[in-house]
């Protein structure tokens, strides 16, 4: 099957090469055959990679030990729901899926545009042809980028999944991030298509409007449930860790974000049009560039670059296109004047204005910080991030509250009394409020925090939050007001339903600017945020099962919290299921450790926090090699906090020498006792006593994260869908 996936991926090469050409030349002669003939070619493109993507999909089902990328991400004892999806686990799987999406919206949008005859429309599809081929082009010649690299000879067993990427929130989370990605690619098409034809009418502005929501959802969404991932997976109490990973997933979210605002300047006022045309080119090339940094290898060391082959072709395409279409727009730079000017910054254009500027200046401040390893020698980590990115983030909600409240073209102090006033002191109450009750409210271990600043912060979070907050509520009452008004006999909550519906654009923007409130609200918590140690004492069990038992009668306190040890428990997990016998490769070693919790005088929960142990198997031996540890938290979820607590080092409980191998003890105990006495031997190679560390997160607020993840992506689906809208005439999409 090896030769099918490569003669098919030569296949796609072959024909979007060919598309590229024959759309080139009709362009150039003005041939509308030769224009046609290149589309539909562009149009079975997704047909031969949606048939490769299968091929590869059925040697991971199948176990296909043959097949390179096979063994070193999958393996026969994985489920069944495992093994799909490590199809975009690995370099050259997802980037196959990234062309697999490409394609697809590919298609879609040459579907949407098979009538127009816009002369921009060929342009297009010459883009999107280029792009396409760039993909197929790294699949054929580079491999890293190959999917179907033989192993020769077969290898005797997969090296499996990385233990971390199996959980619910990575099953989802890589698809929806790369559906984020890709799908600006269409959104940058049209504009491109438009810059490099000269036809720059208005007319295309609402298609890629939609596009580009459509992408700035997903990678949005995308990003908040790897926030949810690695806050249950990770096992270190936090959301948000400002690694290159992260940052490069944020950094096109940034920059999609300032162009769905910029638009709007663009079609209301005439203006940005010079400004909206860098930013989508800056939006698809840092997508493009988020997509290099977690694949080139270039971010783990200065001299990391040669890890993967496709490092050098991957950076000088983005280069070269960038440069291409930044030169396109400096040369139509006339046609792209704006129709009139800014009169003032205070107004509800210059908040936009100001918007755009924060969230580019955040994307460039980011991006240093990605390359700081290249450019400094050194890694900048979180504390730089947050040093410039929460006044940056507090000032950026600020403009979100302060935007629908502003008048086109007037100042702040020509609206303050009519529309800001009351917002401005809601937002004044509620920061004084919050000043009352937060030392009251969250636990600490002491009378004081200690960080003046965070609080400081915190307070201002809160204080703008309730100022947005009373600002969309005003903004929403006022609009339902004057409906009522045309129609008296409504009642109010179907009057607030209807008006959301007929101006989706406008109410549920303030929606999706309500979510991003929430989340906010939740990071102000992180102030308050407490983290310690705790170290427990264990005794050995007389052995009675298949587990090795040891019982604690030790007790911690953190606040108001009693944390009261009782049983570490070293056991086997199968990876396959019940239904599969136990072997050295299918077997998980967890070391569990259960914990009752007291608040006060009250037993609040019983929480059992787990390392796992995944096997890892040579692929040539099939022989076992070494333990890949990971963390599985327990968290107790509160209304105004969460309980994080996670087992970390086991100790020799004289603290003398190195910390026991008890994964190997375990395997040793569990595979190898034939008999009683041999196992009784195993067992008393376990130490008698143990020291276990248990790390402990407080975290404030972080249900209000959740919450506002939960609202922005019903609000985005309901932005997306046809839900409310009245339906078109005419069917074919001007563009």
């Known amino acids: 099957m090896n030769n099918l996936g490569t003669l098919l991926l030569a296949s796609s090469l072959a024909v979007l090469t060919f598309s590229f050409i024959q759309t080139l030349y009709g362009i150039l002669k003005k041939e509308r055959k030769a224009i046609e003939i290149g589309r539909l070619a562009l149009m079975v493109n ?66 949407q545009t098979r009538k127009s005859i816009q002369d921009r429309i060929p342009v297009m599809h010459l883009i999107l042809s280029g792009l396409s081929g760039f993909f197929s082009f790294l699949a054929v010649f580079y491999a890293d980028a190959q999917p179907f690299r033989e192993f020769i000879p077969e290898a005797v067993a997969g090296r499996g999944l990385n233990p971390l990427l199996q959980h619910w929130a990575m099953i989802i989370h890589p698809p929806i991030l790369y559906i984020g990605y890709v799908s600006i690619s269409i959104p940058f098409a049209i504009a491109m298509s438009a810059l490099v034809s000269g036809h720059l009418t208005e007319d295309w502005m609402k298609f890629i409007r939609k596009w580009t929501l459509f992408s700035w959802f997903f990678l949005g969404t995308g990003i908040l449930l790897g926030s949810k991932w690695a806050y249950e997976e990770l096992g270190w109490g936090g959301y948000w860790a400002w690694d290159p990973v992260e940052n490069a997933s944020l ?120 390359f700081s390893p290249l450019l400094y020698g050194k890694e900048f980590k979180a504390p730089w991030f947050n040093s410039w990115g929460v006044p940056a983030g507090i000032f950026l909600l600020l403009l979100m509250g302060s935007a629908p409240l502003l008048a086109w073209r007037k100042g702040a102090d020509t609206v303050f009394f009519s529309t800001l006033w009351k917002p401005f002191l809601a937002g004044i109450l509620g920061g004084l409020s919050y000043i009352l009750v937060y030392s009251r409210l969250f636990t600490k271990p002491s009378s004081s925090y200690g960080d003046t600043l965070s609080e400081v912060y915190s307070v201002l979070t809160i204080a703008v939050g309730t100022f947005t907050i009373a600002g969309i509520f005003q903004e929403y009452h006022r609009g339902v007001k004057a409906r009522k008004e045309q129609n008296p006999g409504e009642a109010y909550l179907y009057s607030a339903m209807q008006l959301l519906l007929k101006n989706k654009r406008r109410y549920g923007g303030y929606l999706v600017h309500f ?162 006495k041999e196992k009784l031997a195993h067992f008393l190679r376990f130490p008698k006593r143990l020291v276990a560390n248990l790390e402990i997160w407080i975290n404030p607020l972080v249900n209000f994260i959740w919450l506002g993840s939960v609202m922005y992506f019903l609000t985005g689906l309901f932005l997306l869908l046809p839900i409310g809208e009245l339906k078109k005439k005419k069917s074919e999409v001007a563009v």
């Open 46 to 111: 997704p047909l031969i990679i949606f048939l490769t993507f299968l091929v590869l999909l059925t040697q991971l089902m199948r176990s296909d030990y043959s097949n390179y990328y096979v063994v070193m991400h999958s393996s026969e004892h994985l489920p069944l729901f495992y093994k799909m999806t490590s199809i975009w686990s690995g370099s050259s799987g997802s980037l196959l899926f990234w062309n697999l999406i490409l394609s697809l919206f590919t298609f879609i949008v040459l579907w």
């Open 251 to 370: 950094m096109p979210w940034l920059l999609t974000s300032a162009f769905v605002h910029s638009v709007v300047i663009q079609e209301r006022r005439g203006m940005l049009k010079f400004w909206n045309m860098i930013l989508i080119i800056l939006a698809f090339h840092f997508s493009l560039l988020g997509t290099w940094i977690t694949r080139s290898g270039v971010l783990e060391g200065p001299h990391s670059f040669s890890k993967s082959t496709i490092g050098t072709p991957f950076i000088t395409f983005i280069l070269i296109s960038f440069f291409f279409f930044l030169g396109f727009v400096l040369y139509r730079r006339k046609s792209l004047q704006p129709e009139r000017n800014l009169e003032a910054i205070t107004s509800k254009e210059g908040s936009f204005l100001l918007n755009n500027f924060l969230l580019v200046l955040a994307t460039a401040s980011i991006l240093l910080g990605v």
């Open 515 to 676: 979510s991003l409130v929430l989340i906010f609200i939740g990071y102000a918590g992180n102030a308050f945020k407490q983290n310690t140690s705790i170290k427990f004492f264990y005794e050995l069990n007389p052995p009675t099962s298949e587990e090795i038992q040891y019982t604690s009668i030790d007790k911690g306190i953190l606040g108001a919290y009693q944390i009261e040890a009782s049983a570490l428990k070293i056991k086997p997990v199968l990876i396959g299921g019940l239904g599969s016998e136990p072997n050295i490769q299918n077997v998980i070693v967890s070391e569990e450790a259960s914990f009752v919790i007291y608040r006060g005088a009250e037993k609040t929960a019983e929480l059992a926090t787990e390392r796992r142990f995944y096997p890892q198997i040579s692929h040539l031996t099939g022989e076992f090699e070494t333990h890949i540890p990971t963390s599985e938290p327990a968290i107790l979820n509160l209304p105004k906090e969460d309980f994080y607590i996670q087992l970390g080092a086991i100790e020799e409980a004289d603290l003398s020498s190195e910390n026991p191998d008890l994964p190997l003890l375990f395997m040793n105990y569990y595979f190898t006792g034939s008999t009683e």
